[in-house]
């Protein structure tokens, strides 16, 4: 299946969202902020990025700003449960905007996170490719 780097300062929830991916056969590599998942991206491949769009050290936002200034042909799929004055619908759009090609809202059913990475796995981009 692919190989899916999955970002999210949340241990539980990198656990639970790890939990549901290796469920499906996918391989799943872990990041906790957006600067240790830059680094990885330098010595692996990966078909897929899902991240959580509020953490520390690197937001979301500047991960996936930065991804597709590397990467342009990235998938990237957005998690959002909102932050203070933030909710999660509009960091959600917004994340959108700066080329997400997918989001999910927390809460959210493991079914419809199985079914959005399905869909951004389809052949219509290709794998985001480790820097040589």
Do not use: W
């Not at 959600?92 to 419809?112: C, E, H, N």
């Amino acid at each position: 299946m692919a190989h899916i780097l999955l970002v999210d300062d949340d241990e539980l929830m990198r656990a639970l969202l790890s939990g549901v991916l290796r469920r499906v056969n996918h391989t799943v590599i872990e990041a906790d902020n957006g600067r240790t998942a830059l680094q990885i991206l330098k010595k692996n491949s990966v078909d897929l990025i899902i991240t959580d769009i509020f953490m520390p050290e690197m937001d979301g936002m500047d991960l996936l700003t930065s991804i597709l200034s590397r990467y342009p042909d990235s998938k990237i799929i957005a998690i959002s449960g909102g932050y203070k004055a933030m909710n999660a619908q509009l960091s959600l759009r917004m994340a959108r905007g700066f080329g997400a090609v997918d989001v999910i809202a927390k809460p959210f059913r493991t079914a419809d996170v199985i079914r959005k990475v399905a869909r951004a796995l389809q052949p219509t981009n290709s794998p985001i490719r480790k820097e040589a």
